[in-house]
């Protein structure tokens, strides 16, 4: 493994384009499919009736389970196959709390390395993402997410670790799995959010080099999926 970028195939999956294998077309797709809640949490994942939906052979479509074990979306039940991991609010506390943990400092040290180019690109991501903003229970919800993680991708670009990199990316899909549960069953976004102004505080924080006070933003802004989600009671 010379680099992060290739310590794994699911990794390399994570921000392909245009899949360049069956077995990556396969994984986007599940990955898809299980982020959007499409493939419910605990729902026993049958290859013989998965591989035709997905257009893969059995062997393809096991490949691309096995990816999804790695990122933790699917777990494997020995010789019984795969099944969608479960939710509960303790998995999301946990998830949530190591990404506030990870990316605040991540985001530190990017605001302390951060050039030029840095800033220009950031401010880029967060001017697309402000285009999507009045989108993001609609149609665009997918272009939205796109953004969103170009985003947060931004603010961390200039911390040189691929480690961390990686693990907050991993985490990143299940915060927008639990996202997409909160989202598809109540309207608690569109009555205590104001995402815009949330991104906006990060966003201003970081460009003029604010690092505890980005920090603080961003902690907020990942804490609060996990708030309202908790308030309204919406998974075990």
């Keep these: 493994m010379s680099q992060m970028k290739s310590h794994s195939t699911s990794d390399v999956a994570i921000d392909i384009a245009t899949p360049r294998t069956l077995a990556e077309r396969a994984f986007l797709s599940l990955r898809n499919d299980v982020i959007c809640g499409k493939l419910a949490p605990g729902e026993k994942l049958r290859v013989e009736h998965?591989?035709?939906?997905?257009?893969?052979g059995a062997s393809t479509l096991r490949e691309a389970?096995?990816?999804?074990?790695?990122?933790?979306?699917?777990?494997?039940?020995?010789?019984?196959?795969?099944?969608?991991?479960?939710?509960?609010?303790t998995d999301l506390e946990d998830v949530t709390n190591t990404r506030v943990m990870l990316e605040t400092e991540a985001l530190r040290q990017s605001i302390r390395h951060g050039d030029a180019q840095w800033e220009a690109t950031l401010t880029t991501c967060y001017q697309l993402l402000t285009q999507a903003e009045d989108h993001i229970e609609g149609a665009e919800t997918a272009q939205w997410e796109a953004r969103n993680k170009a985003f947060h991708d931004a603010l961390i670009a200039a911390y040189?670790?691929?480690?961390?990199?990686?693990?907050?990316?991993?985490?990143?899909?299940?915060?927008?799995?639990?996202?997409?549960?909160?989202w598809r069953l109540t309207?608690?976004?569109?009555?205590?959010?104001?995402?815009?102004?949330?991104?906006?505080?990060?966003?201003q924080a970081a460009i003029n080099k604010q690092e505890a006070r980005a920090a603080l933003a961003l902690?907020?802004?990942?804490?609060?999926?996990?708030?309202?989600?908790?308030?309204?009671?919406?998974?075990?």
Excluded: C
Excluded at 74 to 82: D, K, S, Y
Excluded at 219 to 236: F, N
């Design 50 to 56: 998965l591989k035709d939906q997905y257009q893969v």
């Design 187 to 203: 309207a608690a976004h569109a009555v205590e959010r104001r995402v815009h102004e949330e991104h906006d505080s990060i966003f």
């Design 160 to 182: 040189d670790s691929p480690w961390t990199k990686y693990m907050l990316s991993i985490l990143y899909r299940h915060g927008e799995r639990y996202r997409n549960i909160n």
């Design 65 to 89: 389970l096995s990816l999804l074990v790695s990122d933790a979306l699917v777990t494997a039940e020995g010789q019984r196959g795969f099944r969608v991991a479960p939710i509960s609010l």
């Design 219 to 236: 902690e907020s802004h990942i804490r609060l999926t996990h708030d309202i989600v908790k308030r309204q009671a919406l998974i075990a």
